[in-house]
């Protein structure tokens, strides 16, 4: 049950020598990646990263399996609020296991209790109708942020605790809540620990978007149904296989080199990924960004001024070849392409005509829906490199926990060591925070900063239609 | 309740010579202008853009409407099953107008009959879930293919066809179809004469990707309750508007130059539209189609290769603020940022802090979840702008059928227009038919073409991890 990485239509021997690349440029970077693998294993040896250890917890499994029981119990709506690394992992497990229709399912098509909803923005229409579909009585609220301070998950609770109070009276509030934080500090860890709400850990050193196997994408997920347990399995068999430093042999350090020579060498700046599958779609959304936090940077470890980063675009299967093909078959040669597929999906749906009297139904008749999605992926795996346009291939024998775990564990060592490959910092994200205290100094009711004023003298416009 | 389009941080004055756009880059591009205004309204006074007219088809909306108000009666599911241009448009129109949990409410909360699903892929596991979720005795089904042969379109009739066939015998299945196609040949067209079944006209030489405001995205958006009259009202009202030959008055051609000029001239070669909206956020994907098959092409109107258009980003603000913005400002400059926002929502939600023993929720107290929203945008566009990275704002009053109406109307217009800006036809899309062919011969029966045997040849793979 091991994921399959093929990357043939990367390689000068299939796309030519201007756009693919050789196996001469791929060796002349291994030394540097020995060096980096050496220093990847020893930084993880000191715990200086955490993520690495994240599907070896057993102890925190076990407490997440016993508090999705209970949640299991009594709840019918179970409601997570978080933001970017706090929601992506989560929501791409979610789309990825369950059922397409999941909140639609009733009880006797296999509909279970609670739903689970993730409110990963604050769009004040959004938060209103939430209101109309879930029963407060029956709810519970996981507000997932690492520094218990994220602005967006603190309105949230602002918000829904107010509701609770005036749903419930104050005394029963405590139950509906669960807090997933960093051990000290912040204002969920206070709050929990002063009124005595339920809480799950975030490990110092394990960012938002390397958070996915922590309790925040397992609460979530073990809530919905979902074997955690397995899915921290696959994720160590990755593991193991990453072990080897060998970059001919490892699939996350070799798709990484080869994004990285694409960006530096080949002028490819746009890195897309097209999941051939709807519940593998997530996926591509919670990788798009880890990919832009983690590589798009302005200093590189040096000092030096540097703006790198590809740009992730995510696109679907075979949906966007009705809207993104075209553009990545006659467009610029500026991106590299991922498809991810999968080789057996749970059902088979067949295709019959009873109209055999025009050819269209009648070509389709006898085959399934199955064939016909792996033959419009081939062709375009085909058409693409046909037109030189580099592609690869990250194939499931099967959607489930243990190959997601492999998938979510293999992308994130892929990027902390392109991360290494750039000489540049994979864990940290200083350009957001300028716009924070800019958002925090409209708001802020005592004083005007200077951010303030800044953004005033910005506002003699005139080029308006 | 007109759009406005701000585009100062485009502007060199604002960004700086460097990133952004001088005065005299327009200008300069006057004339060239002018010839294409010209061009486009005679092509338009010829009958040869035909997407121009679609909001003065009154008869055509009137048979929709009435056609509506039967299924609103009759039916408990609607599924549009088309992809691409068939179904971008009415997903946008449906998330930006219903309720934002649409499917999940009852009927006591405001939920109507139908509910609209739309089937935009052929994942086989999406097939079989939609299965568990409607009641084919009260689902009506509408398939949406303009040349009435699309592989994917069919093989979902022959699925759906089949399912009804068992569930009701062959007498009732009629009432169960409804088409939208050419007026004449193709598959769809052929079957729906012989058979008797209701269908509507996608009028020739309108494309998909320009095909919203026909049956394609009035039809399904009529059944859901939207004033599809309202909505084409406003396209009216962006025609009036961009009437004007002048770049500096007219948003739908000025925004065209801005983009041509950062791509042909600032080596920026992505366009990012964020939706400050959950609502908008369909809009987005739709705009993506819209752009990349209409820009994205390989040989100019001359014959020259000239591989041209910018890659469409999609993000949602604010929840990509903790997933794209990093890339954003510290990243390589080779983006332009289309924000979309929405003055006034249609909720208000206040902020009350229990918790005024700690900082974060006490200056979040008191504010609305609206003003939190509007400071990040507006804290997101001074960062952007400080860091030199091209953005504009296109702002709707608020959100509604008639501004929607505007928005999809002056993106086709810019569209076309930008397409003659580069010189290449922005109506075709010649690349994706190769991969078809593919596809075709990987599936035909009767003799196995040249293109398998092609694609056999580079089954000779050796880098697979």
């Known amino acids: 049950m091991e994921i399959k990485y093929d990357f043939n239509n990367m390689m000068a021997d299939f796309i030519g020598i201007e756009n693919g690349i050789s196996e001469e440029e791929i060796n002349s970077l291994i030394k540097k990646c020995e060096r980096i693998d050496t220093n990847l294993k020893s930084m993880r040896m000191r715990g200086e990263i955490k993520f690495f250890e994240l599907p070896y917890q057993e102890d925190v499994v076990k407490d997440i399996n016993d508090y999705a029981d209970y949640i299991k119990n009594e709840f019918e709506y179970f409601i997570v609020l978080g933001i970017g690394g706090s929601a992506l992992g989560g929501i791409a497990l979610q789309r990825g296991l369950n059922h397409p229709y999941y909140k639609l399912l009733s009880k006797d098509k296999g509909g279970k209790n609670p739903k689970v909803f993730f409110l990963d923005n604050i769009d004040p229409d959004t938060h209103s109708g939430i209101f109309d579909v879930i029963d407060l009585k029956s709810s519970c609220f996981n507000f997932i942020s690492k520094s218990g301070n994220t602005a967006e998950t603190n309105a949230q609770f602002l918000i829904f605790i107010e509701r609770l109070k005036k749903a419930l009276g104050n005394k029963d509030i405590k139950k509906h809540v669960v807090f997933t934080t960093k051990e000290q500090n912040g204002n969920f860890r206070k709050i929990a620990d002063e009124e005595g709400m339920k809480s799950f850990i975030i490990p110092k050193g394990v960012g938002g978007r390397f958070s996915v196997l922590s309790p925040v994408g397992l609460l979530p997920s073990a809530v919905s149904g979902i074997n955690i347990n397995k899915l921290l399995e696959g994720a160590i068999s990755m593991d193991k296989t990453c072990e080897n430093f060998n970059i001919w042999e490892n699939p996350a350090y070799m798709n990484g080199v080869l994004h990285y020579l694409f960006d530096t060498k080949k002028g490819k700046n746009i890195s897309v990924m097209i999941s051939y599958s709807d519940a593998l779609f997530g996926i591509v959304d919670w990788y798009r960004q880890l990919l832009a936090e983690s590589l798009g940077k302005k200093y590189s470890l040096n000092g030096e001024i540097v703006h790198t980063g590809q740009t992730p675009v995510k696109a679907l299967g075979v949906t966007d070849h009705h809207s993104q093909l075209q553009l990545y078959i006659e467009g610029p040669n500026d991106k590299v ?129």
């Open 337 to 465: 392409i991922t498809m991810l597929c999968v080789e057996k999906f749970k059902s088979e749906i067949e295709m019959v005509s009873h109209y055999n009297w025009i050819e269209g139904p009648s070509y389709l008749s006898g085959h399934s829906l199955n064939e016909l999605f792996h033959a419009e992926r081939i062709a375009t795996e085909a058409t693409l490199t046909k037109n030189a346009r580099p592609n690869c291939l990250i194939s499931l024998p099967e959607i489930n926990e243990f190959t997601l775990g492999q998938l979510f564990y293999m992308f994130e060592i892929q990027t902390a060591f392109t991360g290494y490959l750039y000489n540049i910092n994979p864990f940290d994200q200083p350009g957001v925070e300028e716009g924070k205290k800019f958002a925090y100094n409209l708001l802020r009711k005592n004083g005007i900063g200077n951010k303030k004023e800044e953004i005033e003298t910005r506002k003699k416009k005139k080029y308006i239609i």
